[in-house]
């Protein structure tokens, strides 16, 4: 609630001067002749007007603005009553005066202030371009009657103007007047006529010029028209100075028009004049006058307008007569008359002056000498009124005044007619200076406010929609840029534009429903004497008090200070006030409330502030803030500071600063800065303690009685009384509790500008030294803004901002925006090969360049990175450790231990996948070198000879080692990094030496290619490598463009393998011999290029590749079924998720198609290209009518997966489940139900849990039931075949767990591990128990299991988990007899892919979960493994290494921005809330590696050791995707007092500094390791070594001095401030020797300073009492105050020394003698620091040549009096 100020009783001055006043009196002019005998006659028709006005009295008030804008304290009124107009002066004092007094022959209809102006010019086109026309400005009082318009100005001159028809309104323009005239009900029947004397608004810019009809401007560009105004429905309503607008009313269409004022353009008038309706014109003149009457000036031409009588309708034609003036008048350049009032005849006036405070004297009128009849009559004596002579058409008045059309608002569906007429029209402006048109309807009760500004070429208005405000009445508040509205229940209310602030209390009226009496009683009629004599109208505060008291219910209103949030609350009081009859009189910050019966109260409504520090943070915050968050920040402080008993005893800077803070979030009642503020109001007694919420009290109850003034003087009573003992504080108990912040408040996101608007009102009002305590205030609530923000800045300062504040960490961050190019971090060029690979090239193992900084930080427990290095590696030749036998000849022993070696280098030939997922993006090759690619060693070494044992007395099949190279290429080029500087030269220069393509050539094109490297090579090399037909080159080739060119439709790389894909070349094409291999690659590369496009094309072409027959003739009859399935996963890329997306491929029936696939059934006949390609049958294959489902249901399977993926197809999930009878499992392969659990499982996937349960879910009853069962159920039923039972339920858990690894792929999931984990120790039970493995079969369990690992690993990627690390260190060691039957090289593939999964990219990256990487997962992790190293029929063994496309890095490295070492730091990672859960939060350390980015809400770096950093999802969540593109290092600045994690573990060492910086005693000779433990800056740590490792000649006051100064800076984290203290030390000390004035001023300002600002410390009990204030102090001063002090006191003992030695050198000085020799620096440097005045200003001093003691102690009162007494000694010894 905002409470009015200065209420008090109304009544207008006028109505009591109109009582005293003698009215309408006529005085006798002698000698006044009319020559013209009609015009008594004529002034009798003018005076009959056919309106009734029936108002009374009216008045209104005028303020004259200063050069400012603002209003004074004084008021103007012109009041109206009948024929009388009182014009008066007066301020809030309560003392008026009259002005003028007028008295017409008529009754006035209205009374206005006007200006006019006489123009400089006399150019018409100067004149007419534009209203704001300089000249000679006259103001003054426009006196309006029925037919004629009286003007008196301030200087003296009046003019009267009669007008030819009746008025009904007149309405100030800018320099002018609008007069709108009667309109009679004949007139409206009429037919309307585009004519000047149809007119309907006339104009007058000045009473010398005729009244000119206003013309219209309508239309928009291109059809715009030029008419009349002759709309008799049209109504003015409204008119505005600045903007020149007015506001109309259409009564026949019930709409509100707005119009802009303007002079009327020289074609426009043309263009009306000659397009009017001269037959509308009835009048006809006679023939011209005699020659003689033109010989008058041009100014004398005076306008006709016909028969002036009862009818309304005139005729403006341009005339020589009818219009009364005066000749002295009929030009501009003439000077107006500016002597008596004329026409004594017809009016009267009290002459009385301004300045005559006399306010109930009666001013008679003053005797006046008689005048010319011309000085009242304008038209000349010889010039008849209606001259009869002129019989032709005179043209038309010009038009002075053009409206032109702005806006209107939308019609009503019902019209109101002229009920909807506004009542009352004003403009205002916010409080953020967006103006507003608004008009209350009486009739509905509504006030709309329409919002215009001017637009970007300040040419024209822009309006806005209207906006509807429920109101009775409303006036604006000009100077206060507020709206005061009556709501419909009677309350007031205080609004900003269309923004509601709060409810408005005026005191004097009752709050609640109930009326007082004095508002019941009857009020003073007009006429009737008044109650005490005259009230004016600014009647005495304290005149109202008495009627307060007794009339006011105080119990009302709470005298408690209002908060700002409670404030707010205007609902909760009382409404239903219906004793206010409406609001009027608004003059700056005063306005009029009429009640019901008639009383008048003036009210005034209170200031923003009276602080000019507050005005102008207002200003700034208004400034920075956007408009509605302004709006409501400056309703709220308005709300606080002018609430009922807001002010009192509070300081209007605490209220501001507690009201601000509580807008930005801040618990002000537990704030340090606030609460001992608080608790000092609380113990006022004026101020009252809050009122509770509740009876039951609260802890803040129990804090405000301990710590007031009753609570201590109690227990001081007592314990003297009882003897008790004084009980010492302990400082804990007094610390400020723990203040929260709100972040859901209004400012709180705004918290840095509103600290930046406040910063620059700080450095603008240091400028003004009157305002130094404006500048004290501001800097209290500046220091705890900037404290705060250093701990939580914003995230949208500039980088410079941050690096101001100390906060390096952030800048560094913000940096990585500015960066277009991805950086190395740190150390990644640096080599440390571990101790076991150091030695020559050739054991270079491609495991070299990790990042050994980040593994070491993250395992930093155990070995894992060693091991799992050490698992991976493939360049040593192993190890054979076989004993011969004494029966085993030496042959057959060399056979044995090839045969080993062969078992091995199965084994060691897969290791390549998996160091490639190891080492991938770990190193930065140089440009000038080739990329070293480690050796695929497959020989062995005996021990203890070492001999070497290679396989060259064994049979081995032939190329065995083609793919192992190909996988051991890749490995290599995925090392490269993707900072890293490749381009085509570099990637020819990699090239063989022998120029033939290799393997592992091949294999390093992919790698290029999957890590973005590829798109840089140019195209003729592409070529050139492709022409080659070298198979393996071409297969890593057209997989890695296409790869780098994934999801982009890239027409060149669609061409590149168009040409290695028959079915997209036509069937009469040249056949190419393109092996099967390089076309498994090319349709899954077009597969990755149209990934997630839904291509209908491409889509159809790959669905019928699915089913492609073998054929024609000898082509296509080998692994067709890797063709399949490749054809299937492409088509699953372009289709993924594209079940429900259907309208490209709806007529395919492709869900049909790949069904028929996948269950099999009759061929469906070939259509299209493929029916001319295989009209020719294979020659080697014979298939029959039948689908090959054992070719084309995996592909199919997978497909259909993909198409519908997560869309809870309910017929799709139903093809893909499993069978659930004997039957139905008998007519699929058991493998296949692994492919189809899986494809349910993407089907479904929103329903995949991590969970046991969900296993069960998926496995038939059946299966449960039968499968290992059978030496149970043997004897029971025979019918089950539970070898198909059994494989069955291997493969669907192995499908199961597929889908959970890829459901929770990165996650690092704990439910989703332990539940892999086990059904991974079933499995093993399974395989180890041999009744129930040869039930499946030892490779079905076998398949199962690496299944089961793979996802195990991909749920663990990246996190190195040792549980699966050493289930792959188990199933490595499965090397020979008897594992050699099912564990093939697939099996070691699966394994090595796991270990690389733990420790992805150096343990770096991830795996993703987004659909696209879902994608390329299934193609890498295709669950089918090959059984050698040459097998590619089901899977091409290429596809393994797209898992890349599915990676990224999500790991935080933080670093310490001072030292750049790698280090600890505690991080809080909260999740987004979802349907499942809600504020899930986790804590960790990093580095470490983040969940996905779409499913966090923030991460923060926590503890105290480090300043915080906090990334959110909606502020700045974009700098947190930099920086995990910048390789995640996240810097982060180490706190003052704490080592890194790394140092100190535990904070033992921390602790210890800690106790130190407590200790004053113990900070005598420091070490260097003491402040390390603080600081990192390289600097203070040397100067640390240098002057206290080796202390030398130095001396010991030195180094306490130095050991003072470091721990001051360095634990109060002001390192720049040592140098300051150093530089002091070093002034003081070379004081010592020699002084010199500088630096003695410069140590006195500082001196002088820190006693102004710092004078304040706490000392003895009350530092106990105030500790936290105390630290808080400490904390703020650059300069320790115990340096200050002492300095202070050294430097003094020095000057004090010299002084005593050299009296006679200061004595001759002020004696006025010349000082010279070394003495002068020093007696310079005495002066300056005791402020000893020239020897001319202390002269008067000495009486008989030597000075007094006290006269030389009140010239020198700086010295102490034993210097002055020795001074005085000096004086008297040397005379």
């Known amino acids: 609630m905002i409470t009015a100020s200065d209420t008090q009783d109304f009544v207008p001055f006028g109505r009591e001067y109109v009582q005293q006043h003698p009215g309408k009196f006529q005085i006798q002019v002698q000698n006044v002749v009319h020559t013209d005998p009609g015009l008594p006659l004529l002034k009798s028709f003018r005076d009959i007007s056919i309106q009734d006005n029936g108002k009374k009295e009216q008045w209104t008030f005028y303020s004259d603005p200063d050069k400012d804008g603002h209003h004074g304290n004084y008021d103007e009124e012109l009041y109206v009553s009948g024929n009388t107009v009182v014009w008066s002066k007066g301020g809030l004092d309560g003392c008026r005066s009259v002005v003028k007094t007028f008295t017409m022959d008529t009754p006035v209809l209205q009374a206005l202030w006007c200006k006019f102006v006489i123009p400089e010019s006399s150019n018409p086109e100067e004149i007419c371009s534009t209203l704001d026309t300089e000249g000679v400005v006259q103001c003054g009082v426009c006196v309006v009657e029925s037919s004629c318009v009286s003007c008196f100005m301030e200087d003296g001159s009046d003019y009267l103007a009669a007008l030819p028809f009746q008025v009904a309104h007149v309405w100030v323009i800018k320099n002018g007047l609008l007069f709108e005239r009667t309109v009679s009900p004949t007139e409206y029947r009429s037919l309307k006529r585009n004519a000047p004397n149809q007119t309907t608004v006339f104009s007058m810019l000045h009473p010398l010029d ?811 090399n592409k070529h050139n490598y492709l022409s080659k037909g070298h198979e393996t080159t071409t297969i890593g080739l057209l997989l890695g463009v296409a790869a780098a060119k994934r999801s982009t439709m890239d027409l060149s790389t669609m061409k590149m393998l168009s040409i290695h894909l028959p079915a997209m070349l036509p069937p009469t094409s040249t056949e190419l011999n393109i092996s099967h291999n390089m076309q498994v690659a090319a349709i899954l590369g077009v597969g990755l290029v149209f990934q997630g496009t839904g291509h209908r094309h491409t889509a159809n072409i790959l669905l019928a590749e699915i089913g492609r027959p073998p054929g024609p003739e000898l082509q296509n009859c080998t692994d067709r079924e890797s063709y399949s399935l490749a054809a299937g996963l492409a088509l699953g890329l372009v289709m993924f998720g594209k079940g429900k997306e259907t309208m490209g491929t709806s007529d395919l029936s492709m869900a049909d198609t790949l069904y028929h696939f996948m269950v099999g059934g009759h061929k469906r006949p070939l259509i299209g290209p493929s029916q001319e390609r295989y009209k020719t049958p294979s020659y080697q294959i014979q298939e029959g009518d039948t689908v090959n489902v054992d070719v084309t249901s995996p592909g199919a399977t997978l497909a259909l997966g993909m198409l519908y993926f997560n869309t809870k197809n309910r017929a799709v999930s139903e093809w893909l489940q499993v069978p659930d009878t004997q039957f139905m499992l008998d007519q699929v392969r058991p493998d296949f139900l692994l492919l189809r659990t899986l494809a349910r499982g993407l089907v479904m996937w929103d329903t995949v849990l991590p969970s046991i349960d969900f296993l069960k879910q998926t496995i038939p009853q059946i299966l449960e039931d039968y499968a290992f069962h059978k030496y149970q159920m043997e004897d029971e039923d025979n019918t089950i075949d539970f070898e198909t039972m059994s494989q069955a339920y291997c493969n669907v858990v192995a499908g199961a767990c597929m889908v959970i690894g890829l459901k929770f792929a990165g996650s690092a999931n704990q439910e989703a591990f332990d539940t892999l984990v086990e059904c991974m120790n079933r499995s093993l039970k399974v395989i180890s128990t041999p009744p129930l493995v040869e039930q499946a079969g030892k490779s079905t369990v076998e398949n199962s299991m690496m299944t089961i690992l793979l996802s195990m690993a991909m749920v663990m990627a990246g996190t190195g988990n040792l549980e699966v690390l050493r289930m792959c260190r188990m199933f490595r060691s499965r090397v020979g007899p008897p594992y050699n039957l099912y564990v093939m090289y697939g099996s070691h593939i699966a394994i090595s892919m796991a270990i690389g999964l733990l420790f992805l990219g150096g343990g770096k990256y991830t795996l993703s979960t987004k659909d696209e990487a879902i994608a390329v997962m299934l193609c890498a992790f295709f669950p089918k493994f090959p059984t050698h190293s040459n097998d590619n029929r089901y899977h091409l063994q290429a596809f393994r290494h797209l898992y890349v496309l599915a990676s990224e890095l999500r790991t935080m490295l933080p670093r310490d921005v001072d030292t750049g070492f790698p280090c600890y730091v505690p991080i809080e990672i909260r999740f987004k809330d979802t349907e499942h859960y809600c504020n899930e939060s986790y804590r960790t350390s990093a580095p470490c590696t983040l969940p996905e980015l779409d499913l966090l809400q923030e991460i923060k770096i926590l503890g105290p050791r480090y300043w915080p950093i906090v990334f959110h999802k909606d502020k700045n969540w974009k700098s947190l995707k930099l920086l995990l593109k910048h390789n995640g290092t996240l810097y982060v600045k180490q706190r003052a007092g704490h080592l890194s994690y790394v140092e100190d573990p535990k904070g033992y060492r921390s602790m210890l500094a800690k106790s130190l910086t407590v200790d004053q005693s113990s900070q005598t000779c420091v070490k260097p390791d003491i402040i390390k433990a603080f600081t990192s800056d390289s600097k203070v740590i040397a100067l640390t070594e240098y002057f206290f490792s080796k202390h030398g000649d130095t001396h010991e006051d030195l180094l306490q001095v130095l050991s003072d100064i470091l721990y001051e800076c360095v634990t109060h984290e002001k390192p720049e401030a040592i140098s300051t203290h150093i530089t002091l030390d070093q002034v003081t000390r070379r004081s010592e020797f020699q002084c010199t004035s500088l630096g003695i001023s410069q140590l006195k300002l500082i001196f002088a300073y820190y006693n102004l600002e710092h004078s304040s410390v706490p000392t003895g009990n009350e530092m106990l009492d105030h500790s936290g204030v105390h630290e808080e102090f400490q904390g703020q001063q650059l300069l320790k105050p115990e340096f200050i002090l002492s300095t202070k006191n050294r430097l003094k003992d020095v000057l004090d020394k010299w002084l005593q030695e050299n009296l006679s050198v200061l004595v001759k000085y002020m004696k006025g003698e010349t000082v010279k020799g070394s003495a002068v620096k020093n007696l310079s440097a005495v002066l300056v620091w005791y402020d000893i005045p020239s020897p001319a200003d202390i002269a008067h001093i000495s009486i008989d040549g030597v000075p007094s003691l006290p006269a030389l102690y009140a010239a020198l009162p700086q010295l102490h009096v034993s210097t002055l007494m020795m001074l005085l000694k000096a004086w008297r010894t040397d005379r």
């Open 210 to 1020: 005729e009244v000119a009809p206003v013309i219209t401007k309508t239309g928009s560009a291109g059809s715009q028209k030029t008419s009349y105004l002759t709309d008799n429905t049209q109504h003015v309503v409204f008119s505005s100075l600045d903007p020149s607008i007015v506001l109309t009313y259409d009564t026949m269409v019930g709409v509100h028009s707005a119009w802009k004022v303007r002079r009327a353009r020289t074609e426009e008038c043309s263009a009306v004049c000659n397009t009017w309706d001269q037959s509308a014109s009835i009048y006809q003149m006679g023939p011209c006058t005699p020659a003689q009457n033109f010989n008058q000036s041009s100014s004398s031409m005076s306008r006709h307008y016909g028969n002036i009588s009862a009818s309304p309708q005139v005729s403006p034609l341009r005339s020589f007569s009818g219009r009364i003036s005066s000749p002295a008048f009929m030009s501009h350049s003439q000077s107006p008359l500016t002597g008596n009032p004329p026409g004594l005849d017809r009016r009267s006036q009290s002459p009385a002056m301004l300045g005559n405070t006399s306010l109930h004297r009666l001013h008679t009128p003053s005797p006046q000498t008689s005048k010319s009849p011309g000085n009242f009559y304008r038209t000349p004596a010889n010039m008849s009124l209606i001259n009869e002579s002129i019989s032709e058409w005179i043209e038309p008045i010009t038009p002075e005044i053009c409206l032109e059309h702005i806006w209107t608002e939308t019609a009503p569906a019902i019209r109101d007619g002229s009920l909807g007429k506004s009542s009352k029209a004003f403009q205002t402006r916010d409080l953020c200076g967006q103006q507003y048109l608004c008009y209350l309807i009486s009739y509905r009760q509504q006030l709309r406010c329409v919002k215009f500004e001017e637009s970007n070429d300040l040419k024209k208005l822009v309006f806005g929609t209207v906006n509807i405000i429920p109101c009775k009445d409303a006036v604006p508040i000009e100077s206060k840029d507020l709206l005061i509205v009556l709501d419909t229940s009677g309350c007031l209310y205080v609004y900003s534009g269309i923004t509601k602030i709060n409810r408005l209390h005026v005191p004097t009226l009752p709050v609640g429903g109930n009326m007082s009496l004095s508002m019941l009683r009857q009020m003073t009629p007009l006429q009737s004497p008044v109650r005490g004599g005259v009230f004016t109208s600014s009647r005495p505060p304290s005149a109202m008090d008495a009627r307060f008291d007794e009339e006011f219910q105080l119990n009302q209103i709470s005298p408690v200070q209002t908060e700002f949030d409670e404030s707010a609350n205007y609902d909760d009081f009382p409404v239903g006030c219906g004793y206010i009859q409406c609001l009027r009189d608004n003059i700056s910050d005063r306005f009029t409330l009429e009640l019901t019966n008639g009383h008048l109260c003036r009210c005034t409504i209170p200031d923003m502030t009276n602080s000019p520090g507050i005005d102008l943070s207002l200003k700034a915050l208004k400034h920075m803030l956007p408009r509605d968050l302004a709006l409501q920040m400056l309703g709220k402080w308005y709300t606080v500071r002018n609430s009922p008993g807001g002010i009192g005893s509070q300081p209007e800077w605490m209220m501001f600063i507690r009201c601000l803070l509580g807008m930005m979030g801040y618990d002000t009642a537990k704030l340090p800065l606030t609460f001992k503020q608080e608790m000092d109001l609380s113990l006022s007694p004026v101020s009252a303690k809050r009122a509770k919420t509740s009876d039951q009290g609260s802890e803040e109850d129990w804090e405000w009685m301990l710590s007031s003034d009753h609570h201590k003087f109690v227990t001081e009573s007592l314990e003297d009384v009882l003897g008790l003992s004084v009980c010492n504080v302990i400082p804990e108990s007094t610390q400020y509790q723990q203040a929260t912040i709100n972040t859901t408040a209004i400012l709180f996101t705004h918290i840095p500008a509103c600290f930046m608007a406040l910063h620059l009102v700080y450095e603008e009002l240091k400028l003004n030294s009157l305002l130094v305590e404006e500048v004290e205030q501001l800097v209290v609530l500046l220091h705890q803004l900037a404290v705060d923000l250093r701990c939580n800045p914003p995230s949208d300062w500039p980088e410079e901002s941050y690096a101001l504040i100390g906060r390096e960490d952030i800048s560094k961050l913000m940096s990585l925006q500015d960066r277009e190019d991805v950086s190395p971090p740190p150390g990644i060029f640096k080599r440390k090969p571990s101790p076991q690979s150091q030695g020559t090239k050739e054991e270079d193992d491609g495991m070299e360049h990790l990042d050994d900084e980040y593994l070491r930080l993250r395992f930093s427990e155990d070995l894992r990175v060693q091991e799992a290095r050490r698992l991976l590696q493939s360049s040593r030749p192993a190890r054979i450790s076989l004993v011969q036998k004494p029966e085993i000849s030496d042959h057959d022993f060399i056979e044995e231990q090839e045969r080993h070696l062969y078992a091995i280098c199965i084994r060691t030939m897969a290791l390549s996948v998996g160091r490639g997922m190891f080492t991938m993006s770990t190193y930065h090759p140089l440009s000038t070198e080739t990329l070293p690619i480690p050796k695929l060693c497959l020989t062995g070494k005996a021990p203890p000879r070492n001999t070497t044992v290679d396989l060259s007395h064994i049979d081995t099949p032939a190329n065995m080692t083609a793919w192992p190279l190909f996988h051991n290429g890749v490995a290599a080029g995925l090392r490269i990094a993707d900072f890293s500087q490749v381009d085509s030269s570099w990637i020819m220069y990699n090239r063989p030496k022998s120029n033939e393509l290799n393997n592992e050539y091949a294999g390093f094109l992919m790698a290029l290619g999957l890590n973005k490297h590829l798109v840089k090579m140019n195209i003729l």
